[in-house]
Nanobody, 126 residues
Framework: QVQLVESGGGLVQAGGSLRLSCAAS????????MGWFRQRPGKEREFVAA????????YYADSVKGRFTISRDNAKNTVYLQMNSLKPEDTAVYYC???????????????????WGQGTQVTVSS
């Protein structure tokens, strides 16, 4: 089984940057596509970014294209989300997730993911 722990959230001024990390346990981490989702008060989780099992393919929500970058280091069992040019609208709890199937290419649907972290709060002030 895979366990995920997010870190790196905090308070930042608009225009600033943060890097989120997701540390994973499990011998088969490199077989899973990984995703980042976020949730704002009163709303369902929404897709942010995804990366294929090999790291060769990345996908982004339109709202973060050009500002966020997802990457992974399979040797360290870690996935990252680099967030630049942050806006107040980016304020949310951010969740890391591992896809349900082996050798996935990445998905924007939350139902495709089986394992979830506890979330980390990101707050962007204006």
């Amino acid at each position: 089984q895979v366990q995920l722990v997010e870190s790196g959230g905090g308070l930042v001024q608009a225009g600033g940057s943060l890097r989120l990390s997701c540390a994973a346990s499990g011998r088969t981490f490199r077989r899973y596509a990984m995703g980042w989702f976020r949730q704002r008060p009163g709303k369902e989780r929404e897709f942010v970014a995804a990366i294929s099992w090999s790291g060769g393919g990345t996908y982004y929500a339109d709202s973060v294209k050009g500002r966020f970058t997802i990457s992974r280091d399979n040797a360290k069992n870690t996935v990252y989300l680099q967030m630049n040019s942050l806006k107040p609208e980016d304020t949310a709890v951010y969740y890391c997730a591992a896809e349900r199937s082996d050798y996935g290419l990445g998905s924007s649907y939350s139902s495709a993911y089986e394992y979830w972290g506890q979330g980390t709060q990101v707050t962007v002030s204006s």
